[in-house]
């Protein structure tokens, strides 16, 4: 049978984006992150036949503490790859960057990006 594990409103503080400013000092990010995996008929509550949410927490900050990048897709592109590691069915993140340049015009900016490996 499958099952999902949900992240939401995961928060990081971050040098990401386009702009030099954007790199030099802290934003806010916040990832939702959802893992759809098979949970094996023999399954009997022992955490390593499942995702280990710690290790999949670690995997983002990882990503998220790294060398700034331009855009928020590639971040996104980034946590979808390192999910890999755990042999979901599919992932789907969602980045938002409340704190952009448009932020007198709107309250938050996101992109989402789903990945299959069925």
Excluded: C, W
Excluded at 6 to 24: A, T
Excluded at 53 to 82: C, G, H, R, W
Excluded at 88 to 93: A, E, G, L, R, Y
Excluded at 111 to 117: D, E, G, K, N
């Amino acid at each position: 049978m499958d099952y999902e594990i949900q992240f939401n409103g995961i928060r990081f503080n971050s040098k990401h984006g386009v702009y030099s400013s954007e790199k030099e000092r802290d934003q806010l990010f916040i990832i939702d992150l959802s893992i759809v995996s098979l949970l094996e008929e023999k399954f009997n509550d022992d955490i390593d036949q499942v995702i280990n949410y710690e290790e999949v927490f670690n995997e983002v900050k990882k990503i998220m503490d790294s060398n700034p990048v331009d855009l928020i897709e590639t971040l996104a592109k980034q946590i979808i790859d390192s999910m890999r590691r755990f042999d979901p069915k599919s992932v789907t993140v969602t980045i938002h960057k409340p704190q952009t340049i448009m932020s007198e015009y709107s309250d938050d900016i996101s992109v989402s990006l789903r990945q299959s490996f069925e």
